[in-house]
């Protein structure tokens, strides 16, 4: 079961599947908004009581409800009208990896294999080609999730998102970079000379410099030249301020990041917890002593069902207890 709010409206999603395929898979689906059914499934056959369709109408089982109703509806039908923005809103809820950036350890092949697989760009130059094929991709809704394209994309198109991310990567915020710099650059594609026109190709490049006390501060690097921690912080914030996702999940935000940074990024991370929840799992005690106790969930997993609680009323109060008079959060936790 999913619960979640758009505006004003209380939305519940239910479904449920027979964990070993068979002939006859058992398969339900339900999603109600404010008490009331938008549409039930069971099986093949499912029921919109207010799409004007038939009692039911039947569905192959692998073949989700919601978008399958959204394309046979007509885009103005009052049922796809209410459903569209549950759509949107679950399109958003999206996963980041925020695979490990040792590509400085890495040289030729293997570092453009891994930027490669990982959706990043190793080179320092990105054609204008291959930025707008990408901007064509993002307007459908498919586009890689390349740092320096969304970058390069918010500086063009963008520039109080660029001035904000780069505010908290920047002095006045992490202090872990100064500058970020696009500069538009001609590159030569291997024509003869003498077809002069045609031998040069538009490009851009973003460089980057080191915050002051860091290493590397005062010079420029280019997106591949940077430290782990750093890659790591430019592509969660990069993210967060670009994708703008109504939930992110994330996998151990706080590996790579310097100890002295991460409460700052915790810090980032809940000022914009109003527009953008995250849900993150983390081994890490500075971690969950920053989040405090009512961040905190605990997931377990039974028979096939996973299940997500928050602390009880008794245990926040042992919690409080515990910290004003003993000792951390995750020692706490570990008492439980």
Request: aromatic share 8%.
């Amino acid at each position: 079961m999913l619960q979640f709010t758009i505006g004003v409206s209380r939305f519940v999603y239910r479904t449920s599947r027979s964990r070993v395929p068979a002939k006859s898979e058992f398969f339900e689906e339900s999603l109600e908004k404010d008490g009331t059914a938008l549409f039930r499934r069971n099986g093949e056959e499912a029921e919109a009581p207010n799409a004007g369709l038939p009692n039911v109408v039947r569905f192959g089982t692998r073949a989700a409800t919601l978008p399958t109703l959204l394309q046979i509806l007509p885009r103005d039908h009052a049922a796809a009208v209410e459903l569209r923005p549950v759509a949107e809103y679950l399109r958003s809820v999206r996963y980041y990896p925020l695979l490990q950036g040792f590509q400085e350890h890495l040289t030729g092949l293997q570092q453009r294999a891994f930027l490669g697989d990982s959706g990043m760009n190793s080179s320092p130059i990105i054609e204008v080609a291959k930025y707008e094929a990408w901007k064509a991709e993002l307007e459908l809704g498919r586009a890689s999730r390349s740092v320096p394209l969304r970058l390069l994309h918010l500086a063009i198109t963008d520039k109080p998102r660029f001035e904000e991310l780069k505010t908290l990567v920047g002095e006045d915020g992490l202090g872990l970079l100064s500058e970020i710099r696009l500069d538009e650059v001609r590159l030569r594609t291997g024509l003869p000379r003498d077809k002069a026109n045609d031998a040069i190709e538009p490009a851009y490049a973003l460089s980057f410099m080191p915050g002051p006390g860091l290493a590397g501060a005062g010079r420029w690097f280019r997106f591949s030249g940077l430290s782990a921690g750093t890659w790591r912080i430019l592509q969660l914030l990069t993210y967060l301020v670009f994708d703008a996702n109504s939930c992110m999940l994330l996998e151990q935000p706080e590996d790579s990041i310097h100890p002295g940074l991460l409460a700052k990024v915790i810090g980032i991370l809940r000022t914009y917890s109003g527009r953008t929840q995250r849900i993150c799992t983390t081994h890490s005690p500075r971690v969950m002593n920053l989040v405090g106790p009512t961040g905190i969930r605990f997931v377990t997993a039974s028979d096939g069902c996973t299940s997500v609680s928050e602390m009880s009323d008794m245990n926040l109060s042992a919690a409080k207890a515990y910290l004003e008079d003993e000792g951390t959060l995750s020692e706490f936790l570990e008492t439980l």
